[in-house]
């Protein structure tokens, strides 16, 4: 019943910034935590961050690829996830995926990015970096 859709994928200048959406619809978003990844031809899905449900905490956590230039957020009155990408760099192209762990595990405190949990995936946004 969870639809998710991402958007906000663009091309983008070398240490520009982008935001990028994960709307959900048939079910209420606050019930999961969320995962974003991203994906590069040839290769897996690669988690660059994740937030857990607001009962949980809404605790975030990021990967080192990503810390300090990504951060993620909710806005559950809107149904909506939200990544905001700074200082992007060409390794970050990719097409962006987020996605929905129902299960919400809490793991040394934080949300886990690597889990076989999230189970409901959206069709991913493209975003190019480039000089």
């Known amino acids: 019943q969870l639809q998710l859709v991402e958007s906000g994928g663009a091309w983008v200048q070398v240490g520009g910034s982008l935001r990028l959406s994960c709307s959900a619809a048939?079910?209420?978003?606050?019930?999961?935590?969320i995962g974003w990844f991203r994906q590069v031809p040839g290769k897996g899905r690669e988690p660059i961050s994740c937030?857990?449900?607001?009962?949980?905490?809404?605790?975030?956590n990021y990967p080192d690829s990503t810390k300090g230039r990504f951060s993620v957020s909710r806005d559950d009155a809107k149904n909506t996830v939200f990544l905001q990408m700074n200082g992007l760099k060409p390794d970050d192209s990719a097409v962006y995926y987020c996605?929905?762990?129902?299960?919400?595990?809490?793991?040394?405190?934080?949300?886990?990015?690597?889990?076989?949990?999230?189970?409901?995936w959206g069709q991913g946004t493209l975003v190019t970096v480039s000089s």
């Open positions: 937030i857990s449900a607001p009962t949980s905490g809404s605790r975030t």
């Open positions: 048939g079910a209420t978003l606050a019930r999961f935590a």
């Open positions: 996605a929905a762990d129902a299960t919400d595990w809490i793991v040394n405190g934080t949300c886990i990015m690597t889990s076989q949990d999230y189970t409901v």
